[in-house]
């Protein structure tokens, strides 16, 4: 088997509910989350996270904390 390329990237969800992202290692991004570092992934999960138009990648938002006053 061919070595893979492991790329690595930010990646926030876009979507209105919960997706599984399929980095290495796997995780669930809630709507509107972002990793905290970049997360590795070979090239080819990326492509298809990419094409699937449910995560956005390279920077990451700030959530606003619920309990601020």
């Known amino acids: ?5 492991i ?15 399929n980095a290495i290692p796997p995780g669930i991004l809630t709507a509107g989350d972002s990793t905290d570092d970049p ?14 138009g449910w995560f ?3 920077k990451a ?3 606003p904390a619920a309990d601020q006053a």
């Open 61 to 63: 938002t700030v959530k």
């Open 7 to 21: 790329v690595k990237h930010v990646v926030t969800n876009v979507t209105n509910g919960p997706k599984v992202l």
């Open 56 to 58: 956005e990648f390279g």
């Open 1 to 5: 088997m061919a070595d893979q390329k």
């Open 39 to 52: 997360v590795q992934m070979t090239e080819a999960e990326y492509e298809a996270a990419k094409a699937t």
